[in-house]
């Protein structure tokens, strides 16, 4: 027995030793989010368990310091998958050959400014750096933006890299897709992987819509709607909606700092199921780019579907009833997203 583990291992060890390693960008690198990111996807949690990576950690000249101290850190972990970490302040450095971009970093929303001022910050911030995927990076990338207001940051960050397929951009939505999750199964009180087929519709902000019309609870060993296993439907269409789209600022309230940890989780998830899909019969919430969708949603935005994904390539899933509620719902998060659209268009040109 020892022999056939010992062999098994060492096949193992040779996999992993020949497989060409894939560059992993992660922006704002330097901050919180990526500090709680950076050792699952060097561990392999993410890209796989015999996959070499390149990590490549880009941020501002300010946070270099900050960045060493990280580089140290991921070092003295002594992860066997971890080729090579390289910090910088960049784009031709950072953007150069990537398989896969992580953009965490953003301007935040300080005290006293307009969202219309955090917009064009962030815009300018996104321009270039698609602009750099388009430049440096392969075609094949996959970009993943995290850092808010993730959806028109994205958007912005594709319309920069015309000759990078829009499919290959998405934004985070499984952070609150894991929140919808988490809460029913609390409520229901089973584990929360006993409950799928949450949706979050439309735009990561407080306009989002969590809908659980869908889901399915394995109750204990029999599988039900989440509205059966509830039984509760004024809290499902009241203050289960509402703790879903205000839990990033319930955590800043009591933390005096945004999400962090739960946040490194979704973006885990979230590249994972790109890289290796989603299991059968299930979807996933992700931001990804709406054009002639089945569910009236407006085209040219970066909006919020169920999807699944296989081959790293993700669908929609179409065919599910909309009520009214729901429609409702929908199109208000869409109609918010819109507004950003179009503010953050007329800086694009500026």
């Given at each position: 027995m020892?022999?056939?583990?010992s062999?098994?291992?060492?096949?193992?060890r040779?996999?992993s030793a020949?497989?060409?390693p894939?560059?992993v960008?992660?922006t704002?690198a330097?901050?919180?989010i990526a500090?709680?990111?950076?050792?699952s996807i060097a561990?392999g949690?993410?890209f796989?368990k015999d996959?070499p990576?390149?990590?490549v950690?880009l941020d501002?000249?300010?946070?270099?310091p900050?960045?060493?101290g990280v580089v140290?850190?991921l070092?003295?972990?002594?992860?066997?998958?971890?080729?090579?970490?390289?910090?910088?302040?960049?784009?031709?450095v950072?953007?150069?050959d990537?398989?896969?971009?992580i953009?965490v970093?953003?301007?935040?929303?300080?005290?006293g400014?307009?969202r219309?001022d955090?917009?064009?910050?962030n815009v300018?911030?996104?321009?270039t750096?698609?602009?750099?995927?388009?430049?440096?990076a392969k075609?094949?990338v996959?970009?993943?933006?995290v850092?808010?207001p993730?959806?028109?940051n994205?958007?912005?960050a594709?319309?920069?890299?015309p000759?990078?397929?829009k499919?290959?951009?998405?934004?985070l939505?499984?952070?609150?897709h894991n929140?919808?999750?988490?809460?029913?199964?609390?409520?229901v009180?089973?584990?929360?992987?006993?409950v799928?087929?949450?949706i979050?519709?439309?735009?990561?902000?407080s306009?989002?819509y969590?809908?659980?019309?869908?889901?399915?609870v394995?109750?204990h060993?029999k599988?039900m709607?989440a509205?059966?296993?509830?039984?509760d439907e004024?809290?499902l269409?009241?203050d289960?909606?509402?703790?879903?789209?205000q839990?990033?600022?319930a955590?800043?309230?009591?933390?005096?700092?945004?999400?962090?940890?739960s946040?490194?989780k979704a973006?885990?998830?979230?590249?994972?199921d790109?890289?290796?899909?989603?299991p059968?019969g299930?979807?996933?919430?992700m931001g990804i780019?709406?054009t002639?969708n089945s569910?009236?949603?407006?085209?040219d935005?970066?909006?919020s579907?169920?999807?699944m994904?296989k081959?790293?390539?993700?669908?929609?899933?179409?065919?599910l009833?909309?009520?009214?509620?729901s429609r409702g719902?929908?199109?208000g998060?869409a109609a918010e997203l819109?507004d950003?659209?179009?503010?953050a268009?007329?800086?694009?040109g500026?």
């Amino acid at each position: 027995m020892l022999t056939l583990l010992s062999a098994m291992y060492l096949v193992a060890r040779t996999a992993s030793a020949q497989a060409e390693p894939i560059r992993v960008l992660v922006t704002g690198a330097a901050g919180q989010i990526a500090y709680s990111l950076l050792y699952s996807i060097a561990k392999g949690d993410v890209f796989g368990k015999d996959q070499p990576i390149i990590l490549v950690l880009l941020d501002i000249t300010p946070m270099l310091p900050v960045l060493d101290g990280v580089v140290m850190e991921l070092q003295d972990c002594a992860l066997p998958l971890l080729r090579e970490v390289i910090p910088t302040d960049k784009v031709e450095v950072g953007f150069k050959d990537l398989d896969a971009a992580i953009l965490v970093g953003s301007m935040p929303r300080k005290e006293g400014m307009e969202r219309k001022d955090l917009l064009k910050a962030n815009v300018a911030i996104f321009k270039t750096q698609g602009e750099a995927l388009e430049k440096y990076a392969k075609k094949t990338v996959k970009v993943l933006v995290v850092g808010n207001p993730a959806n028109t940051n994205c958007l912005i960050a594709s319309k920069s890299a015309p000759s990078i397929p829009k499919e290959n951009f998405s934004c985070l939505t499984r952070l609150d897709h894991n929140r919808a999750r988490s809460q029913v199964a609390m409520r229901v009180g089973v584990p929360s992987d006993c409950v799928k087929n949450v949706i979050i519709w439309g735009n990561h902000s407080s306009t989002q819509y969590p809908d659980v019309h869908h889901a399915i609870v394995n109750n204990h060993g029999k599988e039900m709607s989440a509205f059966d296993a509830v039984n509760d439907e004024s809290w499902l269409k009241g203050d289960f909606i509402t703790t879903v789209q205000q839990r990033g600022a319930a955590v800043i309230k009591a933390r005096k700092l945004s999400s962090a940890m739960s946040a490194a989780k979704a973006i885990c998830d979230h590249m994972r199921d790109i890289w290796f899909g989603t299991p059968d019969g299930e979807w996933v919430s992700m931001g990804i780019y709406s054009t002639g969708n089945s569910y009236g949603v407006p085209n040219d935005l970066m909006y919020s579907f169920p999807v699944m994904i296989k081959n790293k390539t993700w669908k929609v899933v179409d065919g599910l009833a909309i009520n009214d509620f729901s429609r409702g719902k929908m199109d208000g998060t869409a109609a918010e997203l819109v507004d950003e659209r179009d503010t953050a268009l007329t800086f694009l040109g500026a």
